[in-house]
């Protein structure tokens, strides 16, 4: 409990569990449970305005129906009567012309917030290895808990927040395993998740840290019975392999010791659970492949297609990636996807991803790519597997050099011009022998019905040639009809490959395999079959599928279940779904056949109005002060997704980004031109905020054609906007300043005004990153004028946090505050939170240039709280810095070098090499306060080393910060005669200023 200005003694609001109030220890009444509901509701977005409508949609079931807000204003009163109780006055209020309620009260007050901040406390500590802390954090944080969370609430509204507290909590349960498993107490664990892995036994996670503290304890025979009953469980409810190795079950050993996550990538895809046979061929993969063949170790599995090229290679590299520490690099080189074949030139650009080549950093050319690619693989011991490749040209481009790697290459070609050139070798995978494909089907069907007709699972096992995948459908149409005799639907099968062509091989084999499945299916679950294989990206929900059936998720649900129990689509995850290829292109011929033109577009359709309303209602959560997208469709049929809360739609926005940008795509180069540049449009300010940018900028520029040819004006002056953005997200100042002329360009000549002027903020932004802020400042000014006299409260905060910015660059730093301060007061009026947490962060590094340090520690620890909120990453990072170097100054070195390294690990997981300058240079100086001169050496040589070659312009001032800290460390060294120590006096932080990540409103959202 925490002491509060006008609190009369110390209180603690309370929401996980029933809602309460406890001052000075003794609890005060809230009356009836509607009005303990509504402030549960306050509670929970405590400081924001919350509409009466969601109020209500929290309090009653029914809410839609009737007009709660009379009712809603009595419960108002009589809280404010109760909260005046304990000294809270004038805390409740009503948000002017909103129809909304705010409750202004500290988040410190409330166990809910207190319960986020701790667990990002914990996380951050174990970033640092201070697994000690991380578990204290957490065991704290879980007393909160007094039992289910906002009791009061009701509806699926209240469900769905109920739902994401609890896993909230389930989060804290895993990271506190982990910690304390780290800091070697392994006894912990098991007093702790044992009723947790009880009450979710589907969890790998948790399954993996228990037997991990089981095995620590000694407990090894215990840990495998676990494990083998997580196995048959897990199969059996997700038809899929848990991601165990049961390997982790050896010897006890140092729970200290568990690992965490390396920096050699592992990138294979799971293997199968019942892999079956192929021991020669995996012993001649085993002799092709070791160390002291020739030729580079490069080996192509050909063979027709379902045969089970891909198992082989993906079980052969699981089974040994061991010999490969550096890790293993997997490519779908989609020769044969519903996508064109994968160019060499970005195969190269995933392969340098996943080696953390940040996409600043990125070579252009292929030349380079390829360079720069085997420079990487020199000395490292990796397994390359290049899936599913369509020629010779696609897979030499991408064999590295290094001897020290190896190289598995499928396709369904033999490549015989690798052999030639290359010397490379070739593994041809015939179809499964009798007795192999007799006991895969045993595994599928289950031995004691296969020992009633072992006869009949021979005859099944010709049919099906021997092909891996139609020997699984089989199985499971068999296993699906326990009643059945098996011999009745052999004979059955039997009669239709004769009737399809008169003889049985392997071309006939396999789609008459489908169809027996397929045929079976009711014309609902069939139609959704033919329906999913239009879909664009690499997976798709329940929900999606709906949109592309006209129906609510809750009756795709068990259809997409049913398809994946027939195998003939497969979980990706326990609620999304992907197809093999050669059952999408039998679903697309399907298609061909039964449904017209007219009834695939409008399915199409469906599906993009669908991603494009659901990514709209996730903008307006997560940025509601903005206008919404212009002349969005009308689509009765579609049930596009709503969310309660801005961290719910964060969590859709990340599940489904690979997906929203496979569908932009596919809009954009399929004649849907409205919605090629409406969906970048509306995902542009969420997926700015994290993640590597190079996609979105893609993603912008095919849009910009979309606008084009869709002739709407407002399209492409946002398009062009957002085009602008990216490029200063991803410090090109120049491209930037050259898209936001444009911009202002095409908004002057066709006569939007408005647009205009926020064109002329953007381009003024571009300016200031690029160091030209007088010029800046003139077109702040102009743009301020319109927006004040347009009543844009947005585009005005948005302006005088940019003039802020300015006038700190220039040294002016009264005018930067007030400017700051202009803009926070309009943020926080009008609830933008992101904003809110952008302005906090630059007054934390305003006071730190004036030197009010405890000043800029409390502005940025704001920031930080509302960035974990938004997941800001780039303004996360950029406080992480700031607070760094007031930890310097303050002489508090150890907790500066803290943030210092998380600052410099958001910069790697961003991509972003001039923040991960910035965070590399305010680390050198906090590790020079605490006596690390070598490893501060270090980092000044790695930082350098980045700025040498980071694209763009480089940040301003920080060559020269970076030198002058070396120059220190080489005086401190000759001076002391020693390297690292833990004594020596703090040094002054060197000064750097750095701009927000923010160009301001964007066009497109207006």
């Known amino acids: 409990m925490v002491e509060g200005h006008g609190v009369r003694g110390p209180l603690m609001f309370g929401i996980l569990g029933p809602t309460e109030l406890i001052n000075n220890g003794r609890n005060v009444p809230l009356g009836a449970a509607k009005q303990r509901g509504m402030l549960a509701v306050l509670l929970y977005r405590v400081g924001e305005p919350v509409r009466v409508e969601m109020i209500a949609e929290h309090l009653w079931r029914d809410a839609a129906s009737t007009d709660r807000r009379r009712t809603l204003y009595s419960l108002a009163s009589r809280l404010r009567a109760v909260l005046s109780q304990v000294g809270l006055t004038d805390v409740l209020t009503r948000v002017n012309g909103s129809g909304a309620y705010r409750l202004d009260i500290s988040p410190q007050y409330v166990d809910f917030h207190q319960f986020r901040h701790a667990l990002a406390e914990a996380r951050e500590a174990t970033s640092t290895g201070d697994f000690e802390r991380s578990a204290t954090t957490l065991v704290n944080a879980l007393t909160l808990w007094r039992g289910e969370p906002l009791a009061e609430l009701c509806g699926p509204h209240a469900d769905d927040l109920r739902r994401q507290l609890n896993e909230k909590l389930l989060d804290a349960h ?318 059955e099968l039997h009669g239709r490959l004769l009737a399809a062509s008169g003889e049985i091989d392997e071309a006939t084999s396999l789609p008459t395999v489908f169809a027996w499945s397929y045929d079976a299916l009711s014309s609902d679950t069939a139609r959704l079959f033919r329906r999913l294989a239009l879909h664009p990206g690499p997976n798709v929900s329940a929900e999606a599928a709906g949109a592309l059936t006209a129906c609510e998720a809750g009756r795709a649900q068990p259809l997409l279940n049913g398809l994946a129990k027939a195998h003939l689509i497969n979980h990706d995850t326990s609620r999304r779904y992907r197809f093999h290829d050669l059952l999408r292109l039998y679903a697309l011929d399907r298609s061909a056949i039964e449904d017209n033109k007219h009834e695939t577009d409008q399915a199409l359709r469906r599906l993009l109005d669908w991603y494009l309303l659901s990514a709209a209602a996730a903008a307006a959560a997560l940025a509601p002060e903005w206008p919404a997208m212009p002349d969005l469709p009308n689509s009765p049929e579609t049930r596009p997704m709503s969310f309660a809360t801005d961290v719910e739609a964060m969590k859709w926005c990340q599940t489904e980004r690979a997906n929203l940008c496979a569908v932009s795509r596919w809009a954009a180069q399929n004649g849907f031109d409205r919605h090629g540049w409406q969906i970048p449009g509306v995902i542009h300010e969420i997926f700015e905020r994290y993640g590597r940018q190079d996609d979105i900028l893609h993603l912008n520029k ?97 302006v005088l946090h940019r003039l802020g910015d300015a006038y700190l660059d220039l040294g002016k730093y009264r005018q930067s505050a007030a400017h700051y301060f202009g803009a926070l007061r309009i943020r926080e009026r009008i609830g933008s939170l992101r904003g809110s947490g952008a302005t906090h962060g630059r007054l934390g590094n305003l006071r730190l240039h004036t030197g009010e340090l405890e000043l800029a520690r409390e502005h940025c620890g704001i920031a930080l709280e509302i960035h974990d909120r938004t997941q800001d990453q780039a303004a996360r990072c950029d406080t992480m810095i700031t607070m760094a170097d007031v930890h310097v100054r303050l002489a508090m070195p150890h907790e500066a070098v803290k943030f210092g390294q998380q600052a410099v690990n958001i910069s790697d997981e961003i991509g972003d090499s001039h923040r991960r300058v910035r965070a590399l240079a305010t680390l050198a100086d906090a590790l020079t306060a605490v006596g690390a001169t070598a490893a501060a050496h270090r980092t000044c040589r790695t930082a350098l080393r980045i700025l040498a070659d980071v694209a763009g312009d480089g940040p301003s001032g920080l060559g020269d910060r970076i030198l002058a800290t070396q120059r220190a460390l080489a005086d401190d060294t000759s001076d002391n005669g020693r390297g690292d120590h833990v004594d020596a006096a703090p040094v002054p932080a060197h000064s750097c200023a750095y701009r927000s990540n923010e160009p301001g409103p964007v066009v497109s959202a207006a």
Request: hydrophobic fraction near 40%.
């Open 174 to 491: 895993k990271l506190l395993a982990h910690s304390w498993l780290r800091a070697g107490r392994p006894e912990s664990v098991l007093t702790q998740l044992e009723p947790i892995v009880r009450d979710h036994d589907l969890d790998e996670a948790l399954a993996r840290s228990w037997i991990t503290a089981l095995t620590a304890t000694g407990r090894q025979d215990e840990a495998r019975r676990f494990l083998v009953n997580f196995q048959r469980r897990f199969r059996r409810e997700m038809h899929a392999e848990p991601a165990i190795d049961p390997n982790t079950i050896t010897a006890p050993h140092d729970a200290a010791g568990c690992s965490s996550p390396g920096r050699a990538p592992r990138r294979l895809p799971k293997g199968i659970n019942d892999f079956t046979g192929r021991d020669v061929v995996l012993g001649e993969l085993d002799t092709l492949v070791a160390p002291d063949q020739p030729n580079g170790h490069v080996v192509v599995i050909t063979g027709m297609p379902g045969v089970g090229k891909t198992t082989l290679a993906t079980h052969w590299a699981h089974r040994n990636r061991d010999r490969f520490p550096g890790g293993q690099l997997y490519l779908d080189a989609s020769a044969y996807g519903p996508a064109p074949p994968v160019d060499p030139n970005d195969a190269l650009d995933r392969f340098l991803r996943a080696l953390e080549v940040p996409p600043d950093r990125m070579p252009r050319t292929f030349e380079q790519r390829r360079d720069r690619f085997n420079q990487l693989l020199t000395g490292r011991r990796m397994l390359i597997v290049l899936d599913n490749v369509l020629d010779c040209p696609q897979a030499r481009a991408l064999i590295p050099d290094a001897d020290d790697c190896a190289t598995i290459i499928t396709s369904r070609t033999r490549l015989g011009g690798l052999t030639i050139r290359n010397g490379v070798r070739h593994v041809t995978v015939a179809p499964l022998d009798e007795t192999e494909s007799v006991q895969l089907l045993r595994q599928v069907i289950g031995e004691s019905r296969a020992e009633t007709e072992p006869d009949c699972l021979t005859l099944l096992a010709r049919l099906a040639n021997g092909l891996p995948l139609a020997l699984r459908v089989i199985g499971e149409h068999i296993a699906q009809r326990p009643l059945a005799a098996i011999s009745d639907l052999s004979n």
């Open 702 to 798: 095919l849009a910009l054609a979309s606008a084009q040819r869709d002739g709407h004006e407002i399209g492409q002056i946002g398009t062009l906007t957002n085009l602008g953005a990216t490029y200063l997200t991803m410090h090109s100042y120049q491209h930037a300043a050259e898209s936001f002329a444009a911009a202002r360009q095409l908004a002057r000549s066709t006569g939007h005004i408005e647009a205009e002027t926020i064109c002329a903020h953007n381009l003024g932004s571009a300016y200031l990153s690029s160091g030209r802020a007088v010029e800046a400042i003139n077109i702040y000014e102009q743009a301020l004028t319109v927006c004040r006299r347009t009543a844009e409260s947005a585009g005005e905060a948005a």
